[in-house]
């Protein structure tokens, strides 16, 4: 019941300060992307391996299924950092979905003092982790290249680099060292003018009902 309360409280003070494009912003970075923030929605096909779409498997939510260690990441004290687990555990006990719960925990580490950008940082450290991971089971990376490509990637996002340019970097940077990326490139190319059509159709029809 506390945590009911809490997330239409939440709501609420979001839409009375005009915060919805704040909040819509904070939930983009916890849904599954690349390196590069880009979302999809077209699906592998159940024939296809999870080693066959290095690009395409899930990352977990780690809001949700590795709580403890999100939390690690933040200046949090033991009480507060319990505070969270202990609701949390409560959550999932009354099978509260996990958008519910990662709104809580959001909204808990607003409190702590933690920040949007805070957050931003943290889960795109993990969505790197596990893209990195995947092409490295894919490609049969040694550890030094997967931190090459690291590297390259966090260093262009440092500079500015667009959710593309991220990409293609770690791309290019695969290729210097030497792997044949072009399966991946092709697919995510098909993949970026899918998305591409997709939105230009739905600009053309937004439009038309005007």
Request: proline share 3%; net charge negative; no cysteine.
């Given at each position: 019941?506390?945590?009911?309360?809490?997330?239409?409280?939440?709501?609420?003070?979001?839409?009375?300060?005009?915060?919805?494009?704040?909040?819509?912003?904070?939930?983009?970075?916890?849904?599954?992307?690349?390196?590069?923030?880009?979302?999809?929605?077209?699906?592998?096909?159940?024939?296809?391996?999870?080693?066959?779409?290095?690009?395409?498997?899930?990352?977990?939510?780690?809001?949700?299924?590795?709580?403890?260690?999100?939390?690690?990441?933040?200046?949090?004290?033991?009480?507060?950092?319990?505070?969270?687990?202990?609701?949390?555990?409560?959550?999932?006990?009354?099978?509260?979905?996990?958008?519910?719960?990662?709104?809580?925990?959001?909204?808990?580490?607003?409190?702590?003092?933690?920040?949007?950008?805070?957050?931003?940082?943290?889960?795109?450290e993990h969505r790197l982790d596990g893209k990195l991971d995947r092409l490295q089971?894919?490609?049969?990376?040694?550890?030094?290249?997967?931190?090459?490509?690291?590297?390259?990637?966090?260093?262009?996002?440092?500079?500015?680099?667009?959710?593309?340019?991220?990409?293609?970097?770690?791309?290019?940077?695969?290729?210097?060292?030497?792997?044949?990326?072009?399966?991946?490139?092709?697919?995510?190319?098909?993949?970026?003018?899918?998305?591409?059509?997709?939105?230009?159709?739905?600009?053309?029809?937004?439009?038309?009902?005007?």
């Open positions: 019941m506390r945590s009911k309360t809490f997330i239409g409280a939440l709501l609420a003070v979001l839409v009375v300060s005009g915060g919805i494009a704040g909040f819509a912003a904070a939930q983009e970075t916890t849904t599954e992307q690349p390196t590069d923030d880009a979302q999809t929605t077209d699906q592998p096909s159940e024939r296809e391996t999870t080693a066959d779409r290095p690009d395409r498997r899930p990352t977990a939510d780690p809001t949700y299924t590795n709580l403890s260690t999100f939390l690690d990441q933040f200046d949090l004290t033991d009480r507060e950092k319990q505070s969270i687990e202990d609701e949390v555990s409560e959550m999932r006990a009354d099978g509260a979905s996990a958008h519910a719960i990662r709104l809580v925990v959001h909204g808990r580490l607003h409190q702590y003092g933690v920040t949007h950008e805070d957050m931003r940082e943290v889960l795109f089971d894919h490609y049969d990376l040694s550890d030094e290249d997967v931190e090459t490509v690291r590297d390259a990637v966090e260093t262009a996002r440092e500079d500015g680099a667009n959710p593309g340019e991220l990409r293609e970097v770690a791309l290019d940077t695969l290729e210097e060292l030497g792997y044949d990326v072009s399966d991946l490139r092709e697919r995510w190319n098909e993949r970026s003018a899918r998305n591409w059509h997709r939105h230009d159709g739905d600009r053309d029809h937004r439009r038309a009902g005007r």
